[in-house]
């Protein structure tokens, strides 16, 4: 069954940054990977009922990490769209008590930022299951499976479609031109999850900040 992919792009930060979720459309399967901040909530959630999905319909929101620019509306979405959300265990306190720190060594950007990026306690909540490295989504409709990329996070996932196309959370951005995301907790992790996609059929990727590009842009721009 073919997979429709749309991009919900969200500003943030008073509208000088903006957050991608994206929503995986194959039959009558929904699949949200990544929820956006809370400030963000109506907007959502009128792109979703654009896009035909009502409550009942999206199957799983899956996180890539456990940010508040990308797990913010968990909670609200479960509540109206009963769907269960899911993500890497490592990264489960920052969305169980609201701190961007919480498995983090803490670089100096990260230190000043966490003030301002933590969940609020209103907007936090318990993952209703945790996935690892290869976890397959095809009981949600979609040919794809998780790969586990640390680097950003100690719990940073993305998906990888059958098709080739990789939601990679913020391992990479294209805010500017495709690269390296500027914050990573782990550079060395970072490097080896960037080694681990290299020996994956990657055609296309979907970041967490920016719009997709091809792969190859990538590996031309800063020569994986």
């Not at 109506?42 to 990308?70: I, N, P, W, Y």
Request: proline fraction near 4%; aromatic fraction near 8%; hydrophobic fraction near 40%.
């Amino acid at each position: 069954m073919s997979l429709e992919i749309r991009t919900i792009q969200l500003k943030i930060m008073s509208g000088l940054a903006t957050v991608n979720c994206y929503l995986l459309i194959s039959g009558e399967n929904y699949l949200l990977i990544d929820s956006g901040h809370s400030s963000k909530q109506d907007e959502l959630d009128g792109k979703l009922r654009q896009a035909g999905c009502q409550a009942g319909d999206l199957k799983l929101v899956l996180l890539t990490h456990g940010d508040s620019d990308h797990a913010g509306n968990c909670a609200f979405l479960r509540d109206k769209y009963e769907a269960p959300v899911a993500m890497h265990q490592a990264d489960s306190g920052m969305v169980t008590q609201g701190d961007m720190l919480y498995n983090r060594r803490g670089n100096l950007l990260s230190r000043i930022i966490s003030p301002f990026m933590g969940l609020g306690k209103r907007h936090r909540f318990i993952p209703d299951f945790y996935v690892e490295d290869a976890y397959h989504l095809l009981p949600y409709g979609v040919e794809a499976r998780v790969v586990h990329l640390p680097g950003h996070s100690a719990g940073s996932i993305g998906v990888l479609t059958s098709e080739g196309h990789l939601f990679c959370g913020d391992l990479f951005t294209n805010t500017k031109e495709p690269a390296l995301g500027a914050i990573m907790d782990d550079e060395a992790a970072a490097r080896a999850s960037v080694e681990r996609l290299k020996e994956m059929d990657i055609k296309y990727v979907y970041p967490g900040h920016g719009d997709p590009f091809p792969w190859k842009l990538l590996e031309e721009g800063i020569g994986l």
